[in-house]
């Protein structure tokens, strides 16, 4: 006789971390959005724009960065370590490529944003969000026995 379990990923973070993850979601591609107008149109204050958007997140990701390392060994991470240490690093690289991307940023006058700054926001955004699927995705699991 052949039954099916079905097994469910939960989240491993509390509410807490959830609307502190919401902040590097929302502001990092908000970030290059602001970056890809500036490169477009050369209006400096869309280069002044991204510069607070990624200090914002960088603050954020800074704090989820703390989180992610406490939820590591004393949270719901520590049932789910494969999984949490993945989270980890994924969050500590989301934030080191936001502080260089802030340094970036900082430069003075044509060459505060240019391709590199664009990449950078860009690779900001693509972490922030495998951070949030890591961390809140739900994937369905099917177990066969026999």
Request: charged share 10%.
């Amino acid at each position: 006789m052949d039954r099916t379990v079905n097994l469910q990923k939960q989240p491993f973070t509390n509410t807490l971390h959830a609307i502190v993850l919401a902040f590097p979601v929302a502001l990092y591609p908000s970030a290059w959005l602001a970056d890809i107008a500036y490169y477009n149109t050369a209006v400096i204050q869309w280069t002044n724009f991204a510069s607070w958007l990624i200090a914002g997140a960088d603050l954020f990701a800074g704090i989820l960065l703390l989180f992610a390392v406490l939820g590591l060994f004393f949270g719901h991470a520590r049932h789910a370590r494969g999984r949490g240490l993945l989270y980890l690093i994924v969050v500590a690289a989301m934030f080191v490529t936001g502080v260089v991307n802030a340094f970036h940023h900082a430069r003075d006058g044509w060459h505060s944003v240019g391709m590199t700054g664009l990449v950078l926001s860009a690779v900001c955004t693509v972490l922030a969000l495998i951070a949030a699927v890591i961390a809140y995705g739900s994937i369905e699991q099917r177990e066969e026995r026999p």
